[in-house]
């Protein structure tokens, strides 16, 4: 299971239709994962110099006991795992995807990642498909 804080769902909602064309879809999945964070109060003081997003998956992951984050930015993991958190990225997710069966290929995706000017070094995508059981690029 998953769930994300409605603060990070309304970043998205306001990104990702003009980033990635036809991701109505996908919001319309993540919808029913929204939760709202119970004790907003105590947010602002928490975890400070991270983003607000960052922030609000904390106090989500804190609130319902979630363990492990999906989290990409370097300080936000740091602190992460420094609370006991398990961390994993977005090219850990898709690797987990790919060997579920849930994507048929990642290539495309590094594409889509360039195109939105999120770039990774080219060791990483190439240890990323040979993980995937892939050729490298």
């Known amino acids: 299971n ?9 970043e998205l909602e306001y990104r990702l239709p003009k980033q990635v064309p036809n991701s109505g879809w996908f919001l319309h999945r993540l919808k029913p994962r929204v939760l709202d964070i119970d004790n907003p109060e105590i947010f602002a003081d928490f ?3 991270l983003g607000e997003g960052e922030r609000a998956c904390f106090m ?8 492990n984050l999906l989290i990409d930015d370097r ?4 602190f992460a795992e420094s609370q006991g958190w398990n ?3 977005t090219l850990g997710l898709m690797v987990k995807a790919k060997k ?3 994507v048929q290929e990642l290539r495309s995706y590094f594409a889509t990642f360039a195109a939105l000017r999120r ?9 990323v ?9």
């Open 2 to 10: 998953y769930y994300l804080p409605r603060v990070v769902f309304l």
């Open 47 to 49: 975890a400070p110099n």
């Open 60 to 67: 989500l992951a804190r609130e319902t006991g979630i363990e």
């Open 75 to 78: 300080e936000a993991r740091q």
């Open 87 to 89: 961390c994993f990225g």
């Open 100 to 102: 579920a069966g849930l």
């Open 119 to 127: 770039y990774y070094a080219s060791g990483i995508r190439n240890h």
């Open 129 to 137: 498909l040979h993980l995937a059981n892939k050729q490298p690029l």
